[in-house]
């Protein structure tokens, strides 16, 4: 069957593989041979349970694995710690013990919650992320960081709690809107400026093909991204230094969700826009020249993605919400800009005028 690439995520005892292809929910030992024991809970949501669902059921059905499923609302303003308690709620009821699995099934917000959940439950049980979106195959899924948003800021609640493997079945981008892929293509386009210049040649050549939703190109788009990120995370798995690259426009990005209300600016919408302030910084910096910035924001457009932050945005709102980012330590905000094409770091060692030059005036 078609499995087009497995990668490891090499983390010691906790390493898991990808897999990576089409019709991977088909294969039912795909999913079981990671299974810790004969109970599973299914977490997914409201849209992607009629599309997907029932193609895990008959998966743990043939290897005789008794499984619940829990329906979430769908969207960023469900990613709470409410919905992570009635994950638990319904694992006690239903006295999932501490051999059960947890299955995310879904996107990157129901990978977070699932997660979490896992990561909690009798202080810790197996968990399998099933990515049906872009952003979660290329990103969320893969590196173990879980947990859910506090209305005073994104992602404020969770753990690095790694899964036993990551099935990243490309079908599921059949379903998927147009606006939901290109929120995706910000997350690949991401590894292109930070980590690969190549790939992000790559990019620049292909990038109608991925928007167009052609599935060889995007699984090779799925490999190379989880192939950086991986690559990033055995050396970093906790973020003490390295791994913040992966944060690229985050900073900018997760103040646009937040004061625009979380739900309103996709997540990969928001990274875009955040993507060109933090190179706009570099810029100034004289760190890379103009022709980034033009190939940057060339690259997003054709990917019908956000180029600069909404209109209504003070430079106040946005350095509040940024000071409460996980970067920022000691009251300093700590951004991640880039070198050159394909080279990020992270750093507090900034003009702090040319950071309010950038900000909306
Ligand atoms: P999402 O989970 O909200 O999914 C986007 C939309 O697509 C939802 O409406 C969902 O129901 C729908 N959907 C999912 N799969 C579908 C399919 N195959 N067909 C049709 N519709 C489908 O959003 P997302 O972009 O996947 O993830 C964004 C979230 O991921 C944010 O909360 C972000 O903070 C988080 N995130 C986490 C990490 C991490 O490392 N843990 C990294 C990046 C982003
Ligand atoms: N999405 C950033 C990270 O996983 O570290």
């Known amino acids: 069957m078609p499995i087009k690439h497995t990668l490891n995520v090499d983390l010691g005892d906790r390493s898991y593989p990808i897999y990576i292809g089409n019709d991977l929910l088909g294969q039912a030992d795909l999913i079981t041979q990671h299974a810790a024991g004969k109970s599973a809970l299914i977490v997914t949501n409201s849209t992607v349970a009629p599309l997907y669902l029932k193609a895990v059921q008959q998966a743990l059905d043939a290897r005789q694995i008794r499984h619940d499923r829990i329906i979430l609302d769908d969207g960023e303003q469900f990613k709470t710690m409410a919905s992570v308690e009635t994950i638990i709620d319904l694992l006690l009821a239903n006295r999932h013990d501490r051999r059960t699995t947890v299955i995310a099934l879904g996107g990157g917000v129901i990978g977070d919650i699932a997660g979490f959940a896992a990561s909690i439950y009798q202080r810790g049980v197996n968990f399998i992320q099933i990515p049906t979106t872009l952003l979660s195959q290329v990103d969320s899924s893969v590196g173990g960081k879980t947990g859910v948003n506090h209305p005073l800021g994104k992602n404020m609640v969770g753990a690095f709690y790694q899964p036993r493997c990551v099935v990243a079945d490309t079908d599921s981008f059949t379903t998927l809107p147009a606006r ?34 052609d599935t060889d190109l995007l699984a090779q788009a799925v490999l190379v991204s989880c192939q950086i990120k991986a690559r990033v995370v055995e050396q970093d798995e906790r973020e003490s230094g390295l791994r913040a690259i992966l944060n690229l426009g985050h900073t900018f990005g997760h103040a646009i969700e937040t004061v625009m209300g979380y739900g309103n600016w996709l997540h990969g919408e928001a990274v875009a826009a955040g993507m060109v302030m933090a190179i706009d910084l570099s810029i100034r910096e004289s760190w890379i020249d103009e022709s980034v910035r033009e190939r940057s924001i060339s690259l997003l457009e054709r990917a019908a993605l956000p180029v600069a932050p909404p209109a209504g945005i003070s430079a106040d709102q946005f350095l509040e919400v940024m000071a409460i980012d996980k970067k920022t330590i000691d009251g300093n905000i700590n951004l991640v800009l880039l070198r050159a094409l394909g080279e990020a770091c992270v750093t507090g060692g900034y003009d702090h005028d040319k950071l309010l030059q950038t900000l909306p005036g």
Not at 182 to 202: C, H, N, Q, R, T
Request: hydrophobic content about 45%.
């Open 180 to 213: 939901e892929l290109s929120a995706g293509l910000a997350e690949v386009i991401k590894y292109g400026l930070i980590y690969d210049a190549e790939f992000f040649d790559w990019l620049e050549r292909n990038i109608d093909s991925l928007k167009g939703g």
